[in-house]
């Protein structure tokens, strides 16, 4: 357990809605992650930051923003949801040997 | 292009047998390798890795081989158990190579069942 916390869990929004979800970890990592599933595409890299305010783009970026204000919380933001962003949405963290481990996930559906 | 290929999407073995699950590559700066269980509903876990200067890691059940000059990594899993039964991602890194700073390439996954 990488003391990793996602919320919410769940949630059901409307097209052109934002939406932000959070990922909160305990044991102070620098690098943390958001990732997508989708059936047939695995996992596919959004965000990633390795600090407080520094982040880069990931393979899928396009319609979301991330932001980092403190060591212990990375935020995903969809500006304006679309049916294209219904995925379920993991957080991860890197710990020092260089494996990335993985928060619960938050099921996402974008009507 | 995929870098990381796990061409088998789906794979039965009987219980008590030998599981084995493959993964290749394409990009030749990978030094990392990693494997993941996914069961439904939960976050994926983490398995079992192995750095590009070896070529066997084991830890218990599972072992991972790595078959550098065709790059080529599986995952095998003795014996197997019907909790094995989940979907298992192969990743890899190329360290900071290129500005990658690390990040995991996955592959897409295979459904492992594992029947009593």
């Known amino acids: 357990d990488a003391g990793i916390t996602q919320s919410p869990r769940h949630k059901v929004t409307e097209t052109g809605t934002p939406v932000t979800l959070r990922c909160h970890q305990t044991e102070n990592h620098r690098y943390m992650y958001w990732y997508r599933q989708d059936p047939g595409h695995g996992l596919r890299l959004i965000h990633y930051?390795?600090?407080?305010?520094?982040?880069d783009k990931g393979e899928v970026s396009d319609g979301y923003s991330v932001s980092r204000s403190k060591t212990e919380d990375f935020l995903l933001t969809l500006e304006s949801a679309t049916s294209s962003q219904t995925s379920v949405y993991f957080c991860?963290?890197?710990?020092?040997?260089?494996?990335?481990?993985f928060g619960p996930g938050t099921r996402l559906l974008v009507l | 292009d995929q870098q990381v290929k796990q061409n088998s999407p789906s794979l039965s073995v009987q219980e008590g047998r030998i599981s084995i699950l493959n993964c290749d590559y394409t990009n030749s700066m990978f030094d990392y390798f990693l494997w993941y269980k996914k069961y439904p509903a939960e976050g994926p876990t983490f398995l079992i890795s192995i750095s590009s200067i070896k070529d066997k890691n084991e830890d218990g059940r599972f072992t991972v081989f790595l078959n550098k000059s065709a790059k080529h990594l599986s995952l095998h899993i003795v014996p197997s158990q019907p909790g094995d039964s989940a979907v298992y991602f192969c990743a890899a890194s190329a360290g900071n190579y290129g500005g990658s700073q690390g990040n995991l390439i996955f592959g897409k996954g295979t459904k492992l069942s594992v029947k009593p």
């Open positions: 930051s390795y600090g407080v305010k520094d982040t």
């Open positions: 991860a963290i890197r710990a020092r040997e260089g494996a990335q481990y």
